[in-house]
């Protein structure tokens, strides 16, 4: 009788694994053959038929409208400010002033307030860079959070003087002196809040035809808005000058105004508006047993009418649209269209698929990536285009048994 001799290292491995190893090779080589050959009895293959369905040639019906909704921009890494002829932005900004008692204690005895600057670091333009940069910087009067929007900005109330006293630019670094007045006024809030709040300001351009972005407070750098205080005390029995810095802690942008309406070949999808597309494709020729293995929709981009800022995500979103009164989308349901060339393009079988499950197709939500980023219009052809090859295209290709 023959036996396996093992070699010391052998002698603590169990034979079984020796075993095992011996057939694994031959286990490979099974699966790299033809599956079609391996598993046509499970797949069962010749009960299926793949068919096509192009709403270019197989003219299917379609609709693509514009869709407004309502946006929150105070989780953007920018602040816009700036004007056009159609709509103007605005920032709130409020910093955090904890002011150390020392000072506090030294507002009755002789502290006075030399100068107050904010800062503020560039970060993104839209728009011509020559034209003259213009804002107001008015003390704000009421209560107002980042979740604010175009529709509670009429709420606000705000000094409508502006305590702007001169600005300057170097490079991406704006620096606004404002009146140490308002500065004093935080810091008697700070020490008796019976004496006032601090609310922060609001930052209004005037006579501005372009739109300038800055790093907002949520950002994790040293470019986040600042406020720079220069505090003296000189008595008899003190003297001191001393600069305190102070970080925003609290910011939101709002965006306002007549915001782009769709042409006659043209739908603008706008970031920070809100301004969307609304798109729906007849599906009524798709088979009810049908599994739709992909669905390429294609954008074409209008470059003609597309005007862009200085930095932006180039690409689309598409959400299946769940409800047909309130136009809501699920999170489950999202498909990204990156740019290639001159169109947007993605897989959207899940939303298909899923359209068809529900037996609800209400159409999909086209937005850009980065919605609440910078004020870019991105122009797409429309339903109308006058050459068909340019409107929105649904290319399906679907399996169905046979009958």
């Known amino acids: 009788m023959n036996h396996i001799k093992l070699i010391p290292f052998m002698r603590q491995i169990p034979l079984n694994y020796w ?18 050959s391996l598993g046509s009895d499970l797949l069962n293959q010749d009960n299926i ?36 002829a159609n709509v103007e932005s605005q920032i709130l900004l409020a910093f955090y002033v904890p002011v150390a008692s020392k000072y506090l204690s030294d507002l009755d005895s002789g502290l006075s307030i030399l100068s107050a600057n904010i800062s503020l670091t560039r970060n993104y333009y839209y728009g011509d860079t020559l034209q003259p940069f213009n804002v107001g910087i ?4 009421s209560n107002w959070n980042s979740l604010f929007t175009s529709d509670s900005i009429s709420q606000l109330t705000y000094d409508q003087t502006s305590a702007v006293q001169s600005s300057n630019i170097e490079g991406n670094l704006y620096s606004f002196s404002i009146s140490p007045n308002l500065a004093m006024e935080w810091f008697n809030a700070a020490k008796d809040t019976s004496l006032g709040k601090n609310f922060g300001v609001l930052i209004k351009p005037f006579g501005v035809t372009r739109f300038t972005g800055f790093t907002a407070s949520t950002a994790l750098n040293s470019e986040v808005p600042s406020i720079q205080i220069i505090v003296k005390k000189a008595t008899a029995f003190e003297s001191y000058q001393d600069t305190l810095v102070y970080n925003g802690s609290v910011d ?7 915001f782009p309406e769709a042409s006659a070949k043209t739908m603008t999808i706008q970031n920070g508006t809100g301004v969307q597309g609304k798109l729906l494709f007849d599906l009524s020729k798709l088979p009810e047993d049908a599994v739709v293995n992909t669905a390429n929709l294609i954008l074409s981009i209008d470059t003609l009418n597309m005007k862009v800022g200085s930095s932006y995500l180039d690409g689309m979103l598409a959400y299946q649209i769940a409800d047909s009164v309130t136009d809501s989308t699920s999170a489950q349901f999202v498909i990204s269209l990156p740019r290639s060339g001159n169109t947007y393009s993605g897989d959207v079988a899940r939303i298909i ?25 991105f122009a797409l052809f429309n339903s109308n285009a006058v050459n068909n090859e340019l409107k929105p295209r649904l290319i399906i290709t679907y399996s169905q048994k046979k009958k």
Not at 138 to 141: A, K, L, R
């Open 353 to 377: 698929n899923n359209a068809l499950l529900t037996r609800n197709n209400y159409g999909m939500l086209i937005t850009s990536t980065y919605q609440i980023k910078g004020i870019e219009n």
């Open 138 to 141: 008015h003390q704000v009067t």
């Open 19 to 36: 075993l095992y190893s011996l057939f694994l090779p031959f286990l490979f080589i099974a699966c790299s053959d033809d599956p079609s």
């Open 49 to 84: 038929i793949v068919s096509k369905l192009d709403s270019f040639t197989d003219t299917l019906s379609q609709k693509f409208e514009p869709h407004q909704a309502k946006l929150s921009l105070g989780s953007s890494d920018i602040l816009l400010v700036g004007k056009d």
């Open 252 to 258: 939101v942008h709002i965006i306002q105004g007549t």
